[in-house]
């Protein structure tokens, strides 16, 4: 459902933007009255939260405007004004509920779905389809009373279709309903989004899809008849603690888990903090004034805006004593008023104790901000060195990962009891005096990791070298040995690289049998493990719907009807797109002739009918990881761990022409003086230059940027959805981090910089090469000017009319083999 929100404190609209959007609301943000009303006009919304003091249009003339032009939205009002009168006013004006600030962020959304609810007198407080079911009160969807996990988007689908069940929806008005206007997608990504929601609800156990497609129109519910409905029925399964990201979609389950304090708590808390101080700051400054009776008429304005603005602000980060101490402050800096010698000493009183409740604000996180979910990959370390479990910890978290600690296997089954970890760093100590046993209660624990479905990988660390110990290591499931004490730095390499390997949310798999019940026990086995199955029994529509799902894996059956596996594993490897696509045949004549021609065929590997499961399972996990190793190899540079230039240039290519639409910036960057470097303290410290702002580049562009090492010092970078102040501030936010490495090397440290030369691609029609060529023009200026700078192109020129400028001395071939060691 879509939220318009109307408030001009940034604080509030973060805060309350990010708890909406966790409820599964769409949310738009508009800074003043006016704005707010050019939004209420333009588009149609579910409910209005408007705050009463705005610039431009307050809230009171807002709600009546609205109510004029015969908009019934629901408007709940927010105010730090709480009185009868004002009370009075706002529900006058036509709003149809008051919340006073500072306010219990609970009780607000309570009020928001009590007003959902009466806008729709037919809404059922529970909507239901058949044995599926969607509690809006606490976001919770369950199929046959098991708890279904859905992003974010999958959710607002189902919510939507099932609060609208005779209603066609349009890709576009989908889109309407459930994207928020700064990032509307395409049409593909919803249907993608209908085809994720239809996936998890077959796998929960509805094999009768209830969205149905209405051909050159959109989608709609279908008729909830319980006689058609079938369920499949998969058995009991073993309870199991929830894993802290499921592998589908890692990043939306963190929202529907339980809170855990993270970095991006922290980083909200820093920014509000910051906030917070300035606008104390500025009341006191006033107050100051006052007292020297040189207070001007606008710090007077902006003092009472500020402490109207720190009494909502305030409530909202749990000190009510502080958004109190405001609310008093704010009457006593009102226009017009002439205080007294008390009223002065009070207000001065009163500015020294909003002072002392900041400062002791600063030590710890609000409440409100515990909710935040974490959504790094999270590390459990089993280690009974507290020192040493510290150090890994610190690494891990410096390197993008959640880092916990566990002093004892008792302690780390506590910590998993309702949550899995990402990945385990298991200490495995030697128990007895001769040095000869492992301690049997941290074996009993990795062998439990090892149970879960799809089990938990655990890189163990053990000072003990005999071959009997690793194999035993390995027979309860651990997936790297390390020697003990290792190497911080190492010890995460390990982790990333496991959780590298193990990463199955972008597995799709597509699956060819004319025997439904086999193309069923195939989805039953592969999707606990995050894995994406797409089943044809249509060999005839296989190129179409091959080039529809992109698989990253092939299972064909060998007989089919019309045209055999095997035929199909042939088409297939005599395709250059797909020659190199991993195929596993299904075969019920495992006899050598039949092995053969799968074989010359060009399959990878064959299972026999009847299937085993655990065989399976295995062979389609192994074949996976295989193959995304040999990818790995192809495309991404050793060294940087950015993606090559082969592999890049069709990202960017394939980005240019999806991302159009939106604002798209390209740019080129290269290492200054890294030649000098090379020779100065010789290679082996280039090469860890590339490699530390690979890892930076990574860190400051982590999944939103299409990046890749074109060769020696050069890197190449799209961003999207940025204008090209945004851009500019996010590039020059990496200059600076670079500037702060300090790389440590003989016969003194030093530090190096990085130049920048970036354009803002065209609208339409732009090409990688003519992009390009314009950021290159732009780099070689930023050369020229002494480098450590960004310098951007013409923007929105064909590239054609930018005069190509002769490279500067100083400017380095990235090709060249003396600049820079290979990669």
């Known amino acids: 459902m879509r939220i318009l929100l109307i408030e001009d404190d940034e604080l509030l609209v973060h805060t309350l933007s990010k708890a909406l959007t966790e409820q599964h609301y769409t949310v738009d943000v508009a800074t003043d009255g006016q704005m707010g009303w050019d939004l209420a006009e333009s588009f149609s919304y579910d409910l209005i939260l408007l705050d009463v003091v705005l610039p431009k249009l307050n809230g009171i003339q807002l709600c009546q405007q609205l109510r004029r032009q015969g908009n019934q939205t629901p408007i709940l009002l927010l105010t730090a004004q709480d009185t009868h009168t004002s009370l009075v006013t706002g529900l006058d004006a036509g709003a149809d509920d008051y919340m006073a600030k500072p306010f219990d962020l609970q009780e607000l959304l309570a009020r928001i779905r009590a007003l959902l609810r009466r806008s729709s007198t037919a809404l059922p407080p529970l909507l239901q389809w058949r044995n599926l079911q969607l509690d809006p009160s606490t976001c919770e969807v369950t199929c046959n009373n098991q708890s279904l996990h859905l992003t974010p988007k999958e959710y607002g689908l189902l919510e939507l279709f ?111 903090k910051e906030s917070l101080q300035r606008r104390a700051a500025v009341v006191e400054q006033a107050t ?245 199955v797409t089943t044809l029994d249509d060999p005839l529509r296989f190129l179409d719907v091959l080039d529809l799902t992109s698989p990253d894996l092939l299972v064909l059956d060998v007989e089919l009807p019309h045209v055999s596996g095997i035929e199909l594993c042939q088409v297939v490897r005599n395709d250059p797109h797909w020659s190199g696509l991993p195929i596993l045949v299904l075969t019920a004549h495992a006899n050598a002739e039949t092995m053969h021609r799968v074989f010359a065929a060009g399959a990878d590997d064959y299972v026999s009918k009847p299937i085993v499961g655990p065989e399976f399972i295995t062979r389609i996990l192994n074949r996976l990881e295989r193959s995304r190793l040999l990818r790995h190899l192809a495309d991404i540079d050793a060294l940087t761990g950015i993606a090559n230039r082969r592999k890049s240039t069709q990202a960017l290519t394939h980005w240019l022409q999806v991302e159009q639409p939106q604002p798209c910036c390209f740019a080129i960057l290269d290492l200054d003086q890294l030649k000098s470097v090379n020779h100065r303290y010789g290679h082996a410290a280039g090469d860890h230059v590339l490699s530390r702002f690979g890892r930076l580049l990574r860190q400051t562009f982590p999944g939103e940027a299409v990046m890749g090492r074109w060769g020696g010092t050069e890197f190449v970078i799209g961003l999207t959805g940025l204008t090209q102040s945004e851009a500019d501030q996010r590039l020059t936010e990496l200059l600076d981090s670079l500037r702060q490495i300090e790389f440590a090397a003989a016969p003194e440290a030093f530090w190096v910089t990085c130049s920048i030369g970036a354009v803002l691609c065209p609208p339409a029609g732009a090409d990688l090469q003519s992009v390009y060529r314009a950021a290159d023009v732009a780099l070689s200026q930023a050369k020229a000017a002494g480098g450590d700078r960004i310098i951007w192109g013409p923007v929105n020129l064909p590239v054609d009319t930018i005069p190509h400028l002769t490279p500067p001395a100083n400017r380095r071939n990235p090709l060249t083999e003396d600049e820079c060691s290979p990669s």
């Open 162 to 272: 099932l609060r609208n069940r005779h209603r066609i929806f349009s890709c576009g008005a989908l889109i309407d309903h459930l994207w928020s206007l700064e990032d509307p997608p395409t049409e593909e990504t919803v249907r993608s989004h209908v085809k994720g929601l239809r996936q998890k609800l077959k796998a929960a156990g509805i094999a009768d899809d209830p969205l149905e497609t209405v051909y050159g129109i959109g989608y709609r519910l279908k008729p909830a008849d319980p006689g058609k409905a079938r369920v499949l029925d998969k058995g009991p399964d073993k309870p199991q603690p929830q894993r802290s990201a499921k592998p589908t979609d890692s990043a939306e389950q963190a929202r529907l888990q339980a809170p855990q304090p993270g970095v991006e708590a922290n980083q909200i808390w820093r920014q509000a």
């Open 288 to 532: 100051s004034l006052l007292l020297q009776e040189q207070l001007n008429e606008e710090l007077r304005q902006q003092a009472e805006q500020e402490a109207h603005r720190l009494a909502g602000s305030l409530g909202m980060f749990g000190s009510e004593e502080g958004s109190r101490l405001a609310q008093d402050i704010e009457p006593l800096l009102a226009g017009g008023r002439s205080l007294n010698s008390n009223q002065r000493q009070r207000l001065s009183q009163l500015v020294r104790e909003l002072r002392q409740t900041l400062q002791q604000m600063d030590r710890g996180l609000p409440d409100l901000l515990v909710a935040i979910r974490d959504e790094r990959p999270w590390l459990l370390i089993v280690h009974g060195d507290r020192a040493t479990a510290a150090t890994l910890a610190a690494e891990a978290e410096s390197r993008g990962l959640r880092a916990e600690i566990a002093a004892s296997p008792t302690a780390a089954r506590r910590r998993i009891a309702h949550h899995l970890p990402d990945a385990v760093l298991l200490d495995l100590p030697i128990t007895s005096k001769q040095g000869q046993t492992l301690a049997p209660s941290a074996l009993a624990l990795l062998a439990e990791f090892s149970s879960y479905t799809p089990p938990v990988p655990v890189i163990v660390l053990t000072a003990q070298n005999r071959l009997i110990d690793r194999v035993q290591i390995t027979r309860m499931g651990g997936q790297r040995i390390l020697a003990s004490p290792v190497a911080p730095v190492q010890a995460v390499d390990a982790v990333l690289q496991v959780l590298h390997h193990t990463r199955t949310e972008a597995t799709r798999i597509l699956a060819v049998d004319d025997d439904p019940q086999v193309l069923a026990a195939l989805q039953t086995l592969l999707e606990p493990w995050g894995i994406k």
